[in-house]
């Protein structure tokens, strides 16, 4: 008589489809899911790089070079993807951009637009083409996945237009969770601090609790895993951004009026 079938070995791979994959956070994520199994959807504005890091990962996986920006380029992506993969288990909205922004220098306002459609439009534009798809495969196990920032939690000066981004992203996720609730399909707030990118490595100023990529890829997997509907990574720097947002604005505004500020593009 034969062993039954394990089941781990049976179960299908993961598919994961990961915006802003080129570089960074969104290139961690793609080495941890790919490492495990996983068929990956990798989409991001640098078709080179975008293309060099899927040629170094194992397993089959699909190349998007676009920009989140535009909806129809991800809605094409999105069909494509599930037309040769089915419907994915997991979806990053990852994809940010980020400059120091000044609001008294009218030339900023062009930067400003940019990170806004960036970093909140470009999130809608690449849950809105998976979601139907997602619900008709049955929600079990599937995720929807923003990348917020500590940054959106309170205003920091010179980063007008990121904090105010990533403050429009928590919300919007927030928003997206209660849609999607009676539905059975979590929606994943994961806001980092700082970790070791190309975004921050041009601060120049200290970074507290600094973590590296792909360490901080295994703690946004593992809260992927769990649907843990928000969470700060690394944890220390939640427990900061708590404190700060229990400052009443006229000391907070004392503690971070000389706080150095992120270069201007």
Known sequence: MSAPPDPAKTRSPLRVFVT????????????????EGAILGLAARRAEALAGLAATLPGEHAVYALDVTDAPALAAAAADFVARFGAPDIVVANAGVSAGTLTEHTE??????????????????????????????????????GIASVAGIRGLPGAEAYSASKAAAIAYLESL??????????????????????????????????????????????????????????????????????LPNWLYDRLFVGAPRKPRL
């Open 20 to 35: 802003g994959a080129s570089s960074g956070i969104g290139a961690a994520l793609a080495r941890h899911y790919a490492a």
């Open 108 to 145: 900023d306002l062009a930067v400003f637009r940019r990170i806004m459609d960036t970093n909140v439009y470009g999130m809608a534009a690449t849950f809105a083409p998976f979601v139907g798809p997602m619900l008709a495969a049955g929600t079990g196990g599937r995720r929807l996945v």
């Open 177 to 246: 969770r209660l849609e999607m609730r009676p539905h059975g399909l979590p929606v994943v707030t994961i806001a980092p601090g700082y970790i070791d990118t190309p975004m921050t490595e041009i601060n120049p100023y200290p970074m507290p609790f600094l973590l590296p990529a792909d360490a901080a890829a295994h703690r946004f997997a593992a809260a992927i895993a769990r649907g843990t509907s928000y969470t700060v990574i690394p944890w220390p720097m939640g427990v900061v951004a708590r404190l700060l947002r229990l």
